[in-house]
Protein backbone atom coordinates (compact mmCIF):
# COMPACT_ATOMS: atom_id res chain seq x y z
CA UNK A 1 0.00 0.00 0.00
CA UNK A 2 1.42 3.15 -1.37
CA UNK A 3 1.95 6.01 1.84
CA UNK A 4 3.24 9.16 1.77
CA UNK A 5 5.16 11.31 4.47
CA UNK A 6 5.92 14.67 4.38
CA UNK A 7 8.82 15.81 6.68
CA UNK A 8 8.67 18.14 8.70
CA UNK A 9 5.26 18.53 9.79
CA UNK A 10 5.55 22.30 10.66
CA UNK A 11 8.28 25.02 9.70
CA UNK A 12 8.13 28.44 10.74
CA UNK A 13 10.97 30.49 8.90
CA UNK A 14 11.59 34.64 8.91
CA UNK A 15 10.50 36.34 5.33
CA UNK A 16 12.93 36.11 2.72
CA UNK A 17 14.52 32.66 3.43
CA UNK A 18 14.61 30.26 0.88
CA UNK A 19 13.32 26.90 2.24
CA UNK A 20 12.98 23.27 1.59
CA UNK A 21 9.62 21.09 1.83
CA UNK A 22 10.12 17.13 1.50
CA UNK A 23 7.81 14.18 0.45
CA UNK A 24 9.11 10.39 -0.04
CA UNK A 25 6.64 7.78 -0.77
CA UNK A 26 6.83 4.18 -0.38
CA UNK A 27 5.95 2.56 -4.01
CA UNK A 28 7.77 4.41 -7.12
CA UNK A 29 5.85 3.22 -9.60
CA UNK A 30 4.28 6.37 -9.36
CA UNK A 31 2.65 7.75 -12.97
CA UNK A 32 3.28 11.56 -11.36
CA UNK A 33 3.19 13.82 -8.00
CA UNK A 34 1.31 16.95 -7.53
CA UNK A 35 1.90 19.44 -4.90
CA UNK A 36 -0.74 21.80 -3.43
CA UNK A 37 -1.23 24.45 -1.58
CA UNK A 38 -4.32 24.66 1.49
CA UNK A 39 -5.49 28.13 2.99
CA UNK A 40 -6.77 27.35 6.70
CA UNK A 41 -10.38 26.21 6.04
CA UNK A 42 -10.09 26.24 2.46
CA UNK A 43 -9.77 23.98 -0.66
CA UNK A 44 -6.33 22.54 -2.43
CA UNK A 45 -4.56 24.71 -5.00
CA UNK A 46 -3.08 22.73 -7.51
CA UNK A 47 0.89 24.14 -7.74
CA UNK A 48 2.68 22.12 -9.38
CA UNK A 49 2.58 18.49 -11.59
CA UNK A 50 5.95 16.61 -12.10
CA UNK A 51 5.36 13.46 -14.40
CA UNK A 52 7.64 10.18 -13.49
CA UNK A 53 9.54 11.32 -16.69
CA UNK A 54 10.33 14.85 -15.25
CA UNK A 55 12.77 15.21 -12.95
CA UNK A 56 11.35 18.97 -12.20
CA UNK A 57 9.07 21.66 -12.70
CA UNK A 58 8.89 25.64 -12.15
CA UNK A 59 6.78 28.18 -11.39
CA UNK A 60 7.44 31.20 -10.28
CA UNK A 61 9.47 30.98 -6.87
CA UNK A 62 8.81 27.59 -6.66
CA UNK A 63 10.59 24.69 -8.10
CA UNK A 64 9.96 20.77 -7.28
CA UNK A 65 11.91 18.31 -8.00
CA UNK A 66 11.27 14.23 -8.66
CA UNK A 67 13.37 11.35 -8.04
CA UNK A 68 11.30 8.20 -8.60
CA UNK A 69 13.52 5.86 -7.52
CA UNK A 70 14.44 6.60 -4.55
CA UNK A 71 10.79 8.14 -3.38
CA UNK A 72 11.75 11.43 -2.92
CA UNK A 73 9.83 14.74 -4.28
CA UNK A 74 11.05 18.55 -2.38
CA UNK A 75 9.22 21.75 -3.19
CA UNK A 76 11.78 24.43 -2.79
CA UNK A 77 10.75 27.79 -2.33
CA UNK A 78 12.77 30.84 -3.21
CA UNK A 79 12.32 34.00 -0.80
CA UNK A 80 9.67 33.44 1.11
CA UNK A 81 7.29 35.93 1.86
CA UNK A 82 4.26 35.99 4.05
CA UNK A 83 1.30 35.40 1.70
CA UNK A 84 3.25 31.68 1.04
CA UNK A 85 2.15 30.75 4.93
CA UNK A 86 -0.67 27.69 4.58
CA UNK A 87 -0.09 23.79 4.38
CA UNK A 88 1.46 22.55 1.59
CA UNK A 89 0.52 18.91 0.67
CA UNK A 90 1.91 16.44 -1.74
CA UNK A 91 0.26 13.65 -3.42
CA UNK A 92 1.49 11.02 -5.58
CA UNK A 93 -0.94 9.26 -8.48
CA UNK A 94 -0.82 5.21 -9.13
CA UNK A 95 -2.89 3.09 -11.03
CA UNK A 96 -5.79 2.17 -9.40
CA UNK A 97 -7.45 0.01 -12.05
CA UNK A 98 -9.42 -0.13 -15.65
CA UNK A 99 -8.55 3.15 -16.68
CA UNK A 100 -8.33 4.68 -13.36
CA UNK A 101 -5.67 6.67 -11.33
CA UNK A 102 -6.05 7.93 -7.80
CA UNK A 103 -3.80 10.31 -5.61
CA UNK A 104 -2.52 8.77 -2.38
CA UNK A 105 -1.96 12.58 -0.16
CA UNK A 106 0.63 12.99 2.50
CA UNK A 107 -0.51 14.95 5.61
CA UNK A 108 1.19 18.13 4.55
CA UNK A 109 3.86 20.40 6.14
CA UNK A 110 2.42 23.67 7.69
CA UNK A 111 4.47 26.19 6.82
CA UNK A 112 4.76 29.89 8.94
CA UNK A 113 6.51 32.72 7.50
CA UNK A 114 7.32 35.74 9.90
CA UNK A 115 7.31 38.94 8.45
CA UNK B 1 -9.50 28.80 -15.32
CA UNK B 2 -11.43 25.33 -13.92
CA UNK B 3 -13.86 26.15 -11.56
CA UNK B 4 -14.62 23.49 -9.05
CA UNK B 5 -17.77 25.05 -6.82
CA UNK B 6 -19.47 23.00 -3.61
CA UNK B 7 -23.21 23.89 -2.93
CA UNK B 8 -22.50 25.03 0.80
CA UNK B 9 -19.57 26.39 2.77
CA UNK B 10 -20.96 25.49 6.36
CA UNK B 11 -23.63 23.07 6.76
CA UNK B 12 -24.82 21.68 9.90
CA UNK B 13 -26.81 18.46 10.42
CA UNK B 14 -28.66 16.72 12.64
CA UNK B 15 -27.94 12.74 13.59
CA UNK B 16 -29.97 10.80 11.50
CA UNK B 17 -30.41 13.58 9.13
CA UNK B 18 -29.94 12.69 5.09
CA UNK B 19 -27.60 14.91 4.08
CA UNK B 20 -26.95 16.39 0.55
CA UNK B 21 -23.54 17.75 -1.04
CA UNK B 22 -23.61 18.91 -4.36
CA UNK B 23 -20.31 19.58 -6.47
CA UNK B 24 -20.36 20.93 -9.88
CA UNK B 25 -17.47 21.35 -12.50
CA UNK B 26 -17.41 23.64 -15.51
CA UNK B 27 -14.37 21.86 -18.00
CA UNK B 28 -16.14 19.03 -18.84
CA UNK B 29 -13.92 16.64 -16.83
CA UNK B 30 -14.52 13.01 -16.92
CA UNK B 31 -13.17 12.15 -13.40
CA UNK B 32 -14.62 13.67 -10.27
CA UNK B 33 -13.91 12.48 -6.70
CA UNK B 34 -14.66 13.12 -3.34
CA UNK B 35 -12.32 13.01 0.00
CA UNK B 36 -12.89 14.15 3.08
CA UNK B 37 -10.34 15.49 5.10
CA UNK B 38 -9.83 15.37 9.05
CA UNK B 39 -6.88 16.43 11.40
CA UNK B 40 -3.98 13.99 11.75
CA UNK B 41 -6.02 11.88 8.84
CA UNK B 42 -5.06 13.52 6.06
CA UNK B 43 -7.21 13.32 2.76
CA UNK B 44 -9.03 10.06 2.40
CA UNK B 45 -10.90 8.97 -0.96
CA UNK B 46 -14.26 8.73 -0.62
CA UNK B 47 -15.85 7.78 -3.86
CA UNK B 48 -15.09 9.05 -7.30
CA UNK B 49 -16.88 8.79 -10.99
CA UNK B 50 -15.04 8.54 -14.50
CA UNK B 51 -18.15 8.97 -16.45
CA UNK B 52 -22.01 9.69 -15.76
CA UNK B 53 -23.61 7.17 -13.91
CA UNK B 54 -20.31 5.12 -13.36
CA UNK B 55 -18.93 5.62 -9.64
CA UNK B 56 -16.10 3.55 -7.79
CA UNK B 57 -15.67 2.72 -4.21
CA UNK B 58 -12.82 4.73 -2.58
CA UNK B 59 -10.44 3.92 0.60
CA UNK B 60 -13.84 5.02 3.08
CA UNK B 61 -17.05 4.69 1.53
CA UNK B 62 -18.73 2.85 4.56
CA UNK B 63 -21.94 5.18 5.56
CA UNK B 64 -21.77 7.19 1.94
CA UNK B 65 -23.27 7.06 -1.42
CA UNK B 66 -22.79 9.08 -4.82
CA UNK B 67 -24.94 10.43 -7.70
CA UNK B 68 -23.97 11.22 -11.07
CA UNK B 69 -26.93 11.87 -13.31
CA UNK B 70 -24.97 14.50 -15.55
CA UNK B 71 -21.29 15.04 -16.38
CA UNK B 72 -20.84 18.18 -14.46
CA UNK B 73 -22.27 17.62 -11.64
CA UNK B 74 -21.25 15.00 -9.18
CA UNK B 75 -23.51 14.25 -5.38
CA UNK B 76 -22.33 12.92 -2.28
CA UNK B 77 -25.01 11.48 -0.40
CA UNK B 78 -25.19 10.54 3.64
CA UNK B 79 -28.05 8.35 4.15
CA UNK B 80 -28.46 9.06 7.46
CA UNK B 81 -26.13 11.69 9.44
CA UNK B 82 -23.61 10.65 12.37
CA UNK B 83 -21.55 12.44 14.22
CA UNK B 84 -18.03 10.42 13.14
CA UNK B 85 -19.18 12.08 9.21
CA UNK B 86 -18.20 15.68 11.05
CA UNK B 87 -15.49 16.25 8.48
CA UNK B 88 -14.25 18.69 5.91
CA UNK B 89 -15.64 17.46 2.29
CA UNK B 90 -13.54 18.02 -0.56
CA UNK B 91 -14.17 17.18 -3.92
CA UNK B 92 -12.46 17.43 -7.16
CA UNK B 93 -11.97 16.55 -10.60
CA UNK B 94 -9.69 16.14 -13.49
CA UNK B 95 -9.44 15.10 -16.73
CA UNK B 96 -9.43 11.21 -17.87
CA UNK B 97 -5.94 9.45 -17.74
CA UNK B 98 -3.20 9.70 -15.32
CA UNK B 99 -1.64 12.43 -16.99
CA UNK B 100 -3.53 15.46 -15.51
CA UNK B 101 -4.00 17.37 -12.34
CA UNK B 102 -7.03 17.18 -9.90
CA UNK B 103 -8.58 20.70 -9.25
CA UNK B 104 -10.00 21.02 -5.83
CA UNK B 105 -13.19 23.11 -5.04
CA UNK B 106 -13.34 25.42 -2.00
CA UNK B 107 -14.73 22.49 0.57
CA UNK B 108 -17.72 21.87 3.01
CA UNK B 109 -17.36 21.95 6.47
CA UNK B 110 -20.10 19.38 7.69
CA UNK B 111 -20.53 19.42 11.47
CA UNK B 112 -22.93 16.92 13.04
CA UNK B 113 -25.00 17.17 16.37
Known sequence: KQEVTQIP???SVPEGENLVLNCSFTD????????????????????????SSQREQTSGRLNASL???SGRSTLYIAASQPGDSATYLCAVRLYSGG????????????????? | DV??????????KRTGEKVFLECVQDMD??????????PGLGLRLIYFSYDVKMKEKGDIPEGYSVSREKKERFSLILESA??????????ASSLQGARYEQYFGPGTRLTVT
Open chain 1, 9 to 11: AAL
Open chain 1, 28 to 51: SAIYNLQWFRQDPGKGLTSLLLIQ
Open chain 1, 67 to 69: DKS
Open chain 1, 99 to 115: SNYKLTFGKGTLLTVNP
Open chain 2, 3 to 12: KVTQSSRYLV
Open chain 2, 29 to 38: HENMFWYRQD
Open chain 2, 82 to 91: STNQTSMYLC
